[in-house]
């Protein structure tokens, strides 16, 4: 079992930066990706942002050069830098941790509000 808690969200004008934190507990020695979605009103949930045990990233076509995601095994916390944020990124965010490589968690969500 993998307990996932989301915090740093909020309301931001456009320009802004925000960073999201995900702080796991539980048997964490046995997640291996972690990742960041979204989900706006009326959409579907997307992926934002992934990252391996080892480090490896990707990022969706629209957060590229905006986003960081970052990982702190040692404080067993994933984060998710959000710098230039438009409206068009306002969302619930949701943190995804992959358990012994098949079973996902997933964290509450955070909300994020982007003005204009």
């Known amino acids: 079992q993998v307990q996932l808690v989301e915090s740093g969200g909020g309301l931001v004008q456009a320009g802004g930066s925000l960073r999201l934190s995900c702080a796991a507990s539980?048997?964490?020695?046995?997640?291996?990706?972690m990742s960041w979605y979204r989900q706006a009103p009326g959409k579907q949930r997307e992926l934002v942002a992934a990252?391996?045990?080892?480090?490896?990233?990707n990022y969706a076509e629209s957060v590229k050069g905006r986003f960081t995601i970052s990982r702190d095994n040692a404080k067993n916390t994933m984060y998710l830098q959000m710098n230039s944020l438009k409206p068009e990124d306002t969302g619930v965010y949701y943190c995804k941790a992959v358990w012994s490589g098949y079973q996902s968690y997933w964290g509450p969500g955070a909300q994020v509000t982007v003005s204009s």
């Open positions: 990252i391996t045990s080892g480090g490896s990233t």
């Open positions: 539980g048997s964490i020695f046995r997640i291996t990706t």
